[in-house]
C-alpha cells in the first residue's frame, strides 16, 4: 500500500467506527478507531520512503507491527507527541486512551459503549485529537 491509500483507508476506517458506535455496535467501533489511527500513522511512515530508493530494512520491518507506541516511533514523531503532550493536557489523556488499543480488540467481546466513545473522540476530537493532529504529518 501507498501512502495515498493508507490515507483513504484511515478515512473509511474511522467512518465506519462512527456508524457503527451510533448503530450501537461497540466492538466493531472500537476496533475500527484504532485501526483508522494505525493506517495513519503507517501514512506517516510511508511519507518517508522515497521512490526508487532501496528500503531500509529496518523501516519496512517496524512498520510492520500494531503497536501505536512503536509506530510513533517509527515514523520519527514521537519527540512532536512529547512536545504536544507538554503543551495539551487534554492530548496527553487522549494519547493515554489510544496507547491501550490494540490489534487483539478484535477478539475482545466486552467494549463497553463507554470505551468504545472515549477511544473515538481520543481520535478525532478537532481540539486535542490525535488524528487531526497526525495529519499535520501527512
Not at 76 to 99: D, P, S
Amino acid at each position: 500500500m501507498n501512502k495515498i491509500e493508507l490515507e483513504n483507508l484511515a478515512s473509511i476506517r474511522i467512518t465506519e467506527a462512527e456508524i457503527l458506535l451510533t448503530a450501537n455496535c461497540y466492538q466493531g467501533a472500537y476496533y475500527l478507531a484504532g485501526y483508522a489511527l494505525e493506517c495513519t500513522l503507517k501514512a506517516c511512515i510511508a511519507k518517508q520512503v522515497k521512490e526508487f530508493d532501496f528500503p531500509d530494512k529496518k523501516l519496512a520491518n517496524d512498520s510492520y507491527t500494531h503497536n501505536l507506541a512503536n509506530l510513533m516511533f517509527t515514523a520519527g514523531l514521537k519527540q512532536k507527541l512529547n512536545e504536544q503532550e507538554k503543551q495539551n493536557e487534554e492530548f496527553k489523556l487522549n494519547w493515554a486512551i489510544v496507547i491501550e488499543w490494540s490489534e487483539e480488540s478484535r477478539y475482545k467481546f466486552a467494549i463497553t459503549k463507554q470505551e468504545a466513545h472515549d477511544l473515538y473522540i481520543a481520535i478525532t476530537d478537532n481540539e486535542s485529537g490525535i488524528l487531526p493532529w497526525l495529519k499535520k504529518y501527512l
